[in-house]
């Protein structure tokens, strides 16, 4: 399933400015994003990096809790694979960008707030 920048953007509420920071290689990364197929998305994954990094257990809930927001909704999907894509794949000048992606709109709910971690 293709989602284009734009049409991301727009189903998340964001404008094109707002996506100036992931617009370079979202064609590349389109070629390994699979909808509901986002590894570091599925709950045991999630659980168990928690415990990796030994999280106590209210923070280890909040993640899991923001899971929710994720399901069935591919555009969020689409830019959270993109944003790993960049962090681990990117060059050093769009991982130096990070700083710059903008914050989900509120309207997305108090998940919103954990969308990058």
Request: aromatic residues 12%; glycine residues 6%; contains cysteine.
């Amino acid at each position: 399933m293709h989602h284009d920048l734009n049409k991301v953007l727009a189903a998340l509420g964001l404008n094109d400015e707002a996506g100036a920071a992931w617009r370079q290689n979202w064609a590349l990364s389109e070629k390994s994003f699979v909808p509901d197929g986002v590894f570091f998305l599925n709950a045991d994954f999630a659980a168990k990096a928690c415990q990796t990094l030994k999280m106590t257990d209210e923070i280890k809930a909040a993640f899991l809790e923001a899971l929710s927001m994720f399901k069935d909704n591919y555009p969020l999907q689409r830019l959270a694979w993109h944003c790993h894509f960049l962090a681990f794949h990117g060059t050093e000048e769009q991982t130096g960008n990070i700083g710059l992606w903008p914050m989900l709109p509120g309207q997305k709910g108090k998940a919103a707030d954990m969308f990058y971690a």
